[in-house]
């Protein structure tokens, strides 16, 4: 068997072949994906799962949006790249509704959240270096943050799993206490020339920020001349109920990124900022070869104007509050605590996480874990009242079973 005959390659194929030839960095799920349709997706051998982690929190609109793909066939037929060289209007657009839709007055495309918060972090520095001097160089990120895999991003990931490996890490970052305003003004001085904060942190076990610790850190932004950057990557496009998370919190960032569901399945980041950011960033400053493309911003602005409809919102509002209400009177086993907010659901739980999630699978169901003891669910958007009655029976019948 050759990996280009794909469409008759069994779950068994498809596994050994990968074992073979992909670097193992991912612990895989013991099926193998053909097909989705809304809110379900289906392995080579037929079997139907409900679908609640969509891509992690990358497939708002779930799978086969008749209108994301005519965007994207449409588009493809005309132009698919071109590099930052050259303007194209489907970025163009993109970046005005961006910009119509939050605080933001520019935009910067990139292809993924690591990828936004890696130049996010150089803008700041610039934006410090430029106005301030060089000694404001100090990142200020939070414990249980996740803002990606590279360098800077990783650096601001304080979690020893992910960087011990990979020592030294990029100087000049440090953690203070999510969720502790006096700590956090502890760690802040004239040196600090941003904060980088998650809204809702997802990967370190889905917590919401407390409004007064976001409002709290805002002031202190103010008070020593640092910008305040919203990771909003995971938590960020209509996931909490609005469009942007920060706006359910009422503090406004200088910077926000923004990626996962950006452009409904295709790989693209974005870069949100102030003017007073904008005003300090000159040609040759950053770039990326694909950021941006025709192809994946045309696809990105019929996401983006889906979901910012205000209809649209109020659904997932809703859908949040039937999911929760759902969950806490099921009165689940194994279930310890649920945090939420919007649809972006944690649930600690006292056996290991990964067996909680093998047991769903046989249910159908499909979750993921935020640490080792942590379920969580990001279902799309498009999640209905009667899915959300399957995901919270499968997810009790899996429970049940451990
Ligand atoms: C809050 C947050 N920031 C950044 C990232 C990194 O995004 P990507 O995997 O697209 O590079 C993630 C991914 O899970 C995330 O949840």
Redesign the pocket.
């Known amino acids: 068997m050759t990996a280009d005959s794909a469409t008759e390659m069994s779950s068994q194929n498809v596994m050994s072949l990968e074992k073979k030839y992909v670097l193992g960095t991912y612990a895989r799920a013991p099926f193998v994906l053909d097909h989705g349709e809304g809110c379900w997706v289906y392995d080579t051998d037929g079997k139907a799962y409900l679908d609640c982690v969509a891509g ?2 990358v497939n708002a609109l779930g799978y086969g949006d008749a209108g994301l793909e005519a965007a994207l066939i449409e588009q493809a037929s005309k132009l698919w790249h071109v590099s930052n060289l050259y303007s194209t209007a489907p970025q163009v657009r993109l970046a005005e509704q961006l910009c119509e839709k939050s605080f933001a007055d520019k935009v910067f495309f990139c292809n ?4 936004a ?1 890696e130049a996010a972090f150089k803008f700041a520095r610039k934006w410090a270096g430029t106005c301030l001097g060089a000694d404001k160089h100090v990142i200020v990120a939070f414990t249980g943050a ?4 590279t360098y800077g ?1 990783l650096s601001a990931t304080p979690k020893e799993k992910y960087q011990a490996p990979f020592r030294p890490l990029l100087p000049g970052i440090q953690i203070a206490p999510f969720n502790d305003l006096a700590g956090t003004a502890k760690m802040m001085n004239d040196a600090v020339c941003a904060v980088i904060v ?1 809204p809702v942190q ?2 370190g076990g889905v917590f919401p920020a407390d409004p007064e610790f976001l409002q709290g850190v805002r002031a202190l932004c103010n008070r020593y001349n640092a910008l305040l950057i919203f ?1 909003e ?3 960020g496009m209509g996931r909490t109920g609005t469009l942007w998370a920060y706006e359910g919190y009422g503090v406004t960032p200088d910077m926000l ?1 923004t ?2 569901p950006l452009a409904g399945g295709l790989p693209m ?1 974005a870069v949100l900022m102030s003017q007073r950011v904008a005003d300090v960033m000159r040609p040759g400053d950053h770039g990326s070869t694909f950021a941006g493309s025709p192809l994946v911003a045309s696809v990105a602005e019929i996401l983006v104007r889906r979901v910012s409809d205000p209809q649209f919102l109020a659904c997932v509002a809703e859908s949040s509050r039937y999911l929760l209400d759902r969950l806490q009177a099921a009165d689940l086993p194994h279930v310890t605590e649920i945090r939420a907010r919007g649809l972006m659901v944690g649930l600690d739980v006292d056996v290991a996480a990964g067996s909680a999630i093998n047991a769903a699978y046989s249910q159908g169901l499909i979750v993921t874990s935020a640490g080792p003891q942590t379920l969580r669910l990001l279902p799309p958007l498009i999640i209905t009242p009667k899915e959300i009655d399957m995901a919270v029976e499968r997810l009790g019948a899996a429970l049940r079973s451990l």
């Open positions: 992690i929190a993924s959240g690591t990828e918060n996740f803002h990606g895999r991003a998650e997802g990967e990771d990557v995971q938590c990124t990626a996962k980041g």
